[in-house]
């Protein structure tokens, strides 16, 4: 983990394996705009990923809603 630049957690749900890893790296783009690049892995089957893909995708529309 590289502070301001990366977290990095284990991801615990009834839906994940035990280890499921999420990575979430911070890129400055401008002074004003800031990429996030998320990846998680650790899934018990493809149904379980894309149910957490789209999970992760509306978490991080509803974050890019509060830190404008």
Known sequence: ???YE???FTWVSEHSMPGSLVT???K???PS???VIL?????PSEE???NH???WGRILETLSTHVR
């Open 53 to 55: 893909e789209g999970g």
């Open 24 to 26: 979430i790296d911070f």
């Open 39 to 43: 990846h998680h892995v650790g899934f």
């Open 6 to 8: 990366q977290l990095v």
């Open 33 to 35: 705009e800031t990429e």
């Open 28 to 30: 400055e783009k401008s």
């Open 1 to 3: 983990m590289n502070r």
């Open 48 to 50: 379980s990923r894309t």
